[in-house]
């Protein structure tokens, strides 16, 4: 009796937990088809799932855009979403070595704890001092990316939660371990790179996914930080893409297609990784 109950419990949490989950995926069920969907059909049968006539308008009026391929927007997505990742976990995991390692330095109280505030107020407050700094520093609208990088790896734009999963990583790594490889007269670099380094990855893999995600879809910093459309990213792209003179729904659905495909193949090639390195940096010793 109790296990036939348990059963039913179960059949009927699966079948609620498909319903929420479809309700939540209609939206980007919604985009994908609707990419496929003339302009005219998405006015007129606006709530409809699929195309009464399949098209592929929408992506042949996207390949050209702003005078530029669509293929120039997704090489600079690419470029500046894995330099922000790899910038990001770089300093990140170093950062999160050095407290582990010197937990008395001065003033690292202030420096988490700005970390923290950087997470709890909007990142827009941060738009008009970044872009004076970065036109300081003459990065701004270089084609190498730099000042669009660079800002967008500001705790604010999505730093601080990689620092804080290799923070709290660190947190349960036991001191015995790196006081076994000083004796042994390893430098720190060395006790970095061979004794941390091969428990860490991942969590790496969880920060450096967390960073490019966070990097891909990152519009602000790089319509603040362009001259011209030559270093726009899609994400940028897709805010620029509709202005005064009128909305294309068929376009829109089109490149936000584009701009979602990538990151959601690659969350689910990955998602078991993810998994795991929230665990591994969520754990204190």
């Not at 990142?123 to 700094?133: N, R």
């Not at 290799?166 to 490889?181: D, I, K, M, N």
């Not at 897709?238 to 584009?258: C, F, K, P, Q």
Request: charged share 10%.
């Amino acid at each position: 009796m109790v296990e036939s109950r348990n059963k039913k419990e179960v059949v009927f949490n699966y079948i609620l937990l498909t319903i929420i989950a479809l309700i939540m995926l209609y939206p980007f069920f919604w985009m994908f088809f609707g990419s496929f969907k003339s302009n005219s059909e998405i006015i007129n049968n606006q709530l409809s799932l699929f195309p009464q006539k399949w098209t592929i308008e929408g992506y042949k009026n996207i390949s050209i855009i702003g005078g530029n391929s669509i293929f120039l927007y997704f090489r600079n997505s690419i470029i500046v979403a894995i330099s922000i990742a790899v910038i990001t976990v770089l300093f990140s995991s170093l950062g999160g070595y050095v407290l582990y390692r010197c937990p008395k330095l001065p003033f690292i109280g202030f420096i988490e704890k700005s970390f923290m505030i950087s997470m709890m107020y909007p990142a827009v407050l941060l738009l008009i001092p970044l872009y004076v700094i970065v036109v300081k520093m003459g990065l701004y609208g270089t084609n190498n990316f730099s000042g669009i990088i660079l800002a967008s790896c500001t705790g604010a734009w999505g730093a601080a939660l990689p620092y804080f999963l290799f923070r709290q990583f660190f947190a349960s790594v036991p001191y015995s371990l790196t006081e076994a490889g000083t004796i042994d007269g390893a430098n720190e670099w060395q006790i970095f790179s061979k004794l941390i380094f091969p428990s860490m990855r991942p969590v790496i893999t969880t920060a450096f996914l967390i960073a490019f995600l966070t990097g891909w879809g990152n519009w602000l910093p790089v319509l603040m930080l362009s001259k011209d459309m030559s270093t726009y990213t899609l994400a940028a792209m897709l805010v620029n893409l509709n202005s005064d003179l009128g909305v294309d729904l068929s376009m829109t659905a089109a490149l936000s297609t584009i701009v979602t495909l990538p990151v959601v193949i690659v969350f689910l090639l990955t998602q078991n990784r993810v998994m795991d390195g929230i665990a591994a940096g969520s754990v204190k010793g």
